[in-house]
């Protein structure tokens, strides 16, 4: 049974930063199709970043030069590094994985998604 789950959220206050991880169990990390979403109250999901069926990654234009992703070496734990925090960064974040699908073209199936680790912005 395949299982996301985050860590590393928190309140910080705004410039501050905060190192998110998505630790899988039961699921390696291909390098492509996974990444980070995250939902605001009242508001709708959106990627923040993720890395699609090409492979190419992907970052929101919101946190373009402040987020970085990586993978760690054992290929089971992502890392959403975040710097420079904006009290609009203020959300639920999420990872998501999946496989790579083929129907008309490659596309992403995110199956897996972790449970959610809120990160609060103060300014």
């Known amino acids: 049974q395949v299982q996301l789950v985050e860590s590393g959220g928190g309140s910080v206050q705004s410039g501050g930063s905060l190192r998110l991880s998505c630790a899988a169990s039961g699921y390696t990390y291909s390098g492509h199709c996974m990444g980070w979403f995250r939902r605001a109250t009242g508001k709708g999901r959106e990627g923040v970043v993720v890395?699609?069926?090409?492979?190419?990654?992907s970052y929101a234009d919101s946190v373009k030069g402040r987020f970085t992703m990586s993978q760690g070496d054992a290929k089971n734990t992502l890392y959403l590094q975040m710097n420079s925090l904006k009290p609009e960064d203020t959300a639920m974040y999420y990872c998501?994985?999946?496989?790579?699908?083929?129907?008309?073209?490659?596309?992403?199936?995110?199956?897996?998604w972790g449970q959610g680790t809120q990160v609060t912005v103060s300014s």
């Open positions: 998501a994985a999946g496989p790579r699908r083929y129907s008309r073209g490659y596309y992403c199936a995110y199956n897996y």
């Open positions: 890395i699609g069926s090409d492979v190419s990654t």
